[in-house]
């Protein structure tokens, strides 16, 4: 078998003629500020996700920052503030966490859909539990019905973490419908790309501005665009005027140009050929990887949840298959390959918290087995079963 030359990624960047289009508009347009493009990326991203408001900015990782300062101003959350997290997950939850001065507490994930796992939940719970992060990885819902039920039952706020997953349907309802405050990425090699990206979406308009205002340097909600001062009579010009240099709060610049909103309206309204493109390659890899289920865990489908497949994961469950083993023959063959966002081995979690991995039994399983490919709609026909074939010569070799 001939290697291939170009490396099968994990991501893509899938830039059409449309986003070409509005991006040029953009350019000619002389305005990179807020402006139409962003504005309607974020009203049409908010109505897919049944939320009121939505507010666009530099990355997903901002959104989820911005997330716990709105709430620890709106609650005035203490130190002492308690997240509940999944024990796998990308590090960025735990870093937004730290940064607002709250104690990150992690929970163990079930061992199919690599998310949260709801029955470990509750022995968490302490009277300093203020809010729970709903992380949906690899494309993959978590189980929100018993997430919104305990939530409910002890009164904690719930910030999902969509980064990985938008526009798929749980039970009926979207991922990123469920939080008081849902953040999404569309930072490079997400389901959508602009580059760089995030949005915040609630349906809490006191949530919303503060989020924007936090965005914004902590700016006075009356002057957030330069379109504020636009059209207004003389009594609340003046009022814009003396207060459009006022700042309220402590914040942030994690403003995006229209270039960026550009990019992403682009391709949300090409969304569901990304989403199809990326269902038909991971269907392709789930039928011709099937033959080796012995050895290796593959991405499940369930009753009435979809898959965004955001990427492939793959956890081995033969002990005589290494995974440094199997991830090397793939990257020699030009396949790259990611772990599956192990947390809690962390040399960052060990330096505060000590050796806690072995209190994480499946969540230590996945970071020494776990790993993903790509799946997303650019790698060809060719490329798939190029992929199978590498596969197949690893796994002949097993005895």
Not at 10 to 18: E, H, M
Not at 93 to 122: A, E, H, M, R, T
Not at 268 to 291: H, K, P, T, V
Request: aromatic residues 10%.
């Amino acid at each position: 078998m001939d290697k291939i030359k170009n490396q099968i990624g994990v991501g893509t960047a899938n830039i059409s003629n449309r986003a070409k289009e509005y991006v040029n508009d953009v350019l000619n347009s002389g305005r990179l500020s807020y402006g139409k493009y962003l504005k309607k990326f974020e009203e049409e991203f908010a109505r897919e996700h049944e939320k009121k408001y939505a507010v666009m900015m530099n990355s997903g990782t901002s959104a989820l920052r911005l997330a716990l300062a709105c709430l620890k101003e709106k609650y005035n959350w203490g130190p002492e503030t308690e997240i509940i997290l999944p024990a796998v997950t990308f590090i960025a939850d735990f870093n937004v966490i730290i940064d607002q001065g709250f104690k990150p507490v992690f929970v163990d994930v079930d061992s199919l859909s690599y998310n949260i796992d709801p029955k470990k939940i509750v022995e968490k719970i302490t009277p300093n539990t203020k809010a729970i992060m709903a992380i949906h990885l690899f494309g993959q819902p978590a189980d929100m019905d018993p997430i919104m039920d305990i939530c409910n039952k002890y009164n904690l706020k719930v910030i999902e973490d969509s980064c990985e997953t938008m526009f798929v349907p749980y039970k009926g309802k979207k991922v990123g419908s469920f939080g008081d405050i849902s953040c999404f990425s569309t930072y490079m090699a997400h389901l959508l790309t602009s580059g760089v990206g995030g949005l915040a979406l609630t349906n809490n308009e006191e949530y919303a501005v503060i989020l924007r205002s936090l965005m914004n340097h902590g700016r006075d909600s009356i002057y957030l665009s330069i379109d504020d001062d636009k059209g207004l009579s003389k009594q609340d010009l003046s009022k814009v005027v003396l207060n459009r240099f006022s700042f309220v709060r402590p914040g942030y610049s994690f403003r995006v140009t229209e270039m960026e909103g550009a990019l992403a309206l682009a391709q949300f309204e090409e969304r569901q050929d990304i989403l199809d493109g990326r269902a038909d390659c991971a269907g392709y890899y789930i039928s011709q990887l099937a033959q080796f289920e012995d050895y290796i865990q593959l991405p499940r489908s369930v009753p009435n949840i979809g898959h965004a497949y955001m990427m492939f994961p793959i956890v081995i469950k033969d002990a005589r298959i290494s995974k440094k083993d199997l991830v090397l023959f793939l990257e020699e063959h030009n396949i790259e390959t990611r772990d599956m966002l192990p947390l809690v081995n962390q040399p960052v979690i060990i330096k505060q918290f000590g050796s806690i991995e072995d209190q994480y039994p499946v969540a230590k399983w996945i970071n020494n087995n776990g790993f993903y490919i790509g799946s997303h709609e650019k790698i060809t026909q060719e490329e798939r079963e190029y992929v199978i074939a590498v596969f197949k010569e690893f796994f002949i070799n097993i005895k």
